[in-house]
């Protein structure tokens, strides 16, 4: 998973085609308008056999402001290797108080940030 959140921050189209599950997998992937990723957070994983999910949380820029994917994923694995089948998501808009920690990952409070 972390991998494939990497590969969204640096736009690379070809890694998550090849690390997508042949059975779900689109014929191409445009990553021009993806947003601003700024940080992932796995919030629990499972394995049972060969599959697996991921229930991660990943925080973006969203013009002045902040928004966040979640998403519980499904993984098969074939010959080693973990592939993306589907998951189910959610998005929304993060409103942090200024005192709480900054979504940027910076680890100081937003108001002495990105506010």
């Known amino acids: 998973m972390r991998s494939r959140y990497c590969a969204f921050v640096y736009r690379l189209a070809d890694y998550l085609l090849e690390t997508w599950h042949e059975s779900t997998r689109p014929q191409s992937l445009d990553l021009e308008q993806s947003p601003d990723w700024s940080s992932l957070r796995i919030l629990d994983t499972s394995t049972q056999g060969d599959t697996g999910t991921v229930h991660f949380r990943a925080i973006y820029r969203l013009g002045e402001g902040w928004g966040y994917l979640e998403?519980?994923?499904?993984?098969?694995?074939?010959?080693?290797?973990?592939?993306?089948?589907?998951?189910?998501?959610?998005?929304?808009?993060?409103?942090?108080?200024?005192?709480?920690?900054?979504?940027?990952?910076?680890?100081?409070?937003?108001?002495?940030?990105?506010?």
């Open 71 to 115: 998403e519980v994923s499904n993984f098969t694995g074939e010959e080693g290797r973990w592939y993306y089948v589907s998951g189910e998501t959610t998005e929304g808009q993060l409103k942090p108080g200024r005192n709480e920690p900054c979504p940027c990952g910076s680890g100081k409070k937003y108001k002495a940030c990105c506010l």
